[in-house]
């Protein structure tokens, strides 16, 4: 056992033989997503190619969109393929239109 003469060596002996704890940052994102979906109609003159152009040149339906995302329930997770199609992994974002009754739609 080694003889400690003073006060600077004891706060060596310390430093040395002493068991001193180090702090840890933990860190974990969760990521949740709302899924809101609307019913609108569409001038039956809209073909089904313009249907994309014309929802992009009558934006009504993003208001109408936005109100629903309000009450929509928070779900764990990414929601990757919980609506068909929507699959896009490294948007933050998604929105599609889907033609009811055809095999029609897209991403907006």
Known sequence: MAIINNEQETKEYLQKYTTTMRKVTITERRVYHKVAKITMEIPNDITLEETAEWLWGNDAWEQALDDKF?????????????????????????????????KWGGHL
């Not at 329930?73 to 609506?83: A, N, P, S």
């Not at 699959?87 to 055809?102: K, L, M, Q, S």
């Open 70 to 102: 309000e009450t929509a329930e928070l779900e764990y997770g990414t929601g990757l393929d919980e609506v068909p199609n929507m699959n896009e992994i490294e948007a933050d974002r998604e929105t599609r239109y889907d033609v009811i009754n055809e």
